[in-house]
């Protein structure tokens, strides 16, 4: 599928990965809109490509749709492209020091991370089946982001990595639904990258990250992140799997 002139939607595109992507997406020739629950964030990062900005909140589905919607009439078209980014990455036990449970926390990160990115792929499966077939038989396509912690979940990231870990499993069986509609999913795994999850921590202790992650020694950059949706967009024949992109690391217990 080409890109230029194509209209993609990406969900948490107002900062980190999502941010790169909408970059990405607009220089190599995209409409795009930027979903993000953070109006203003949105506002600006749509403004810096000139795309649309769309609030909304990815566990509500009704302004998810609605969003989607407000994209093709906004841009001129249905989306082609829909790439899920947004997500969230708090740490907890599941029982902690004092005896809590984690029970509320799990149920909000699997809501945004998992139950979100369903929703996303919903509404733009819904509207890209009406769409008529390319030449290549393709209505669109569908990546999702999962994480490596999907298969190394490390101690505290019981709710992102079981949210992850769905993430990744239910991409062979989109795939395999979407097929008679030329709609591909793929998931990409990303290891340790520079976003703002990671900003917040010490010089030292990102340095330390770092130095576990055999070549190249050092944190992702969000551009090879998009640069890789990039590549599964033009690559039709990329479906129905999760690819890493981490620099070889493994994940330790902690």
Same mark, same amino acid.
Request: glycine share 12%; proline share 6%; charged share 20%.
């Given at each position: 599928?080409?890109?230029s ?22 220089a190599?020739?995209a409409?795009?809109?930027v979903i993000?629950?953070?109006?203003e964030?949105?506002?600006?990062a ?10 909304a909140?990815?566990?509500?589905s ?12 906004a841009l001129?078209a ?7 980014c #947004?997500?969230?990455? =708090? +740490? /907890? *036990?599941?029982?902690? &020091?004092? !005896? ?6 799990f ?11 369903f ?7 819904r ?7 390319l ?13 490596i ?9 019981c ?9 990744? #499993?239910?991409?062979? =069986? +989109? /795939? *395999?639904?979407?097929a &008679?509609? !030329? ?8 290891g ?18 770092a130095g ?12 090879e ?29 902690r």
């Open positions: 599928m080409q890109i002139d194509a209209v993609a939607v990406v969900s948490g595109g107002a900062s980190g990965l999502g941010r790169a992507t909408v970059r990405h997406l607009a190599r020739g409409r795009v809109a993000d629950r953070d109006a964030a949105a506002e600006a749509a403004l810096e490509v000139g795309g649309v900005a769309l609030s909140d990815v566990t509500d009704a302004a998810v749709g609605s969003a989607i919607d407000a994209a093709a009439k001129g249905t989306p082609r492209i829909a790439v899920n #947004a997500g969230i990455a =708090p +740490a /907890a *036990r599941i029982v902690g &020091r004092d !005896g809590e449970l984690s029970v509320d926390l149920a909000q990160v699997v809501g945004v991370n998992l139950i979100g990115s929703t996303v792929m919903s509404h733009a499966a509207v890209m089946s009406a769409l008529d077939p030449d290549t038989g393709e209505r669109g396509v569908i990546i999702n982001t999962a994480s912690a999907f298969e190394e979940g490390q101690i505290g990231q709710a992102y990595a079981a949210s992850k870990g769905g993430v990744a #499993a239910m991409g062979l =069986p +989109a /795939a *395999r639904e979407l &008679r509609h !030329g709609i591909r999913v793929i998931s990409i795994a990303p340790l990258f520079h976003t703002p999850m990671m900003e917040g921590l010490p010089p030292e202790t990102t340095e330390a990250i576990t992650i055999p070549f190249p020694s050092r944190l992702g950059d969000p551009d992140f998009a640069h890789l949706v990039g590549s599964i967009v033009e690559n039709a024949y990329l479906n129905g799997t999760t690819v890493r992109l981490d620099g070889a690391v493994r994940l330790p217990p």
